[in-house]
């Protein structure tokens, strides 16, 4: 079958520690996408990609690192940086760029103590 | 800087009956509209995406519409069932390529 992955489901930190979450798709698409989702707001942009080796920041960008060194993979590191990172977080990938529809992971929910 | 509205926040309607989405947004320079579904707890499932030069698309008892001059979409779901109980999502994408989401709508179909 194919889709996205992201893993884990649940993650627990304690404050100042970073952390990485996972996203995997075996779509075959050249574009994927990083977004927060908080009680009561839309989802926010965090980092996109549309090609392996390049990465621009989206509209929350700061206290959140990415790479894209292969074309299935999309991890997120939260840094100790980021000063709420308690939040849903969603990875979504598409055939190309934003004028594609874009498909979406089951997300990892992230609690940081 | 696009904005998109969804209203109502909430709706409660009993199975069977036909309710409609709105899903408003202040720049109407857009590439598309998306339609999602989440379920509690879950990632978003692509619904209906219309294209900037199309009307409105159907799947099944679903039919999305758009009207670009007005800055309008509505999401017309046929016959409600229980199964249909989720927060309905909207997302334009600007010229930017960004997709800029509503707060959705959380429906709930009772029996």
């Known amino acids: 079958d194919g889709g996205i992955t992201q893993s884990p489901k649940y993650l627990f930190r304690k404050e100042g520690q970073n952390v990485t979450l996972s996203c995997e798709q075996n779509?075959?698409?050249?574009?994927m996408y990083w977004y927060r989702q908080d009680p009561g707001q839309g989802l926010r942009l965090i980092y996109y990609?549309?090609?392996?080796?390049?990465?621009q920041k989206g509209d929350i960008a700061e206290g959140y690192s990415v790479s894209r060194e292969k074309k299935e993979s999309f991890p997120l590191t939260v840094t100790s940086a980021q000063k709420n990172p308690t939040a849903f977080y969603l990875c979504?990938?598409?055939?190309?760029?934003?004028?594609?529809?874009?498909?979406f992971g089951p997300g990892t929910r992230l609690t940081v103590t | 800087k696009q904005e998109v509205t969804q209203i109502p926040a909430a709706l409660s309607v009993p199975e069977g009956e036909n309710l409609v989405l709105n899903c408003s947004f202040t720049d109407s320079a857009i590439y598309n509209l998306q339609w999602f579904r989440q379920d509690p707890g879950k990632g978003l499932t692509s619904l209906l995406l219309?294209?900037?030069?199309?009307r409105e698309q159907t799947s099944g008892r679903l039919n999305a519409s758009l009207d670009k001059s007005s800055g309008r979409s509505t999401l017309y779901i046929a016959a409600s069932q229980p199964g249909d109980s989720a927060t309905y999502l909207c997302?334009?994408?600007?010229?930017?390529?960004?997709?800029?989401f509503g707060t959705g709508t959380r429906l709930q179909v009772t029996l």
């Open positions: 990609s549309q090609i392996v080796n390049d990465f």
């Open positions: 979504a990938s598409s055939i190309e760029g934003y004028s594609y529809e874009q498909y």
């Open positions: 219309i294209q900037s030069s199309q």
């Open positions: 997302a334009a994408t600007g010229t930017a390529s960004k997709l800029t």
């Open positions: 779509l075959n698409h050249d574009a």
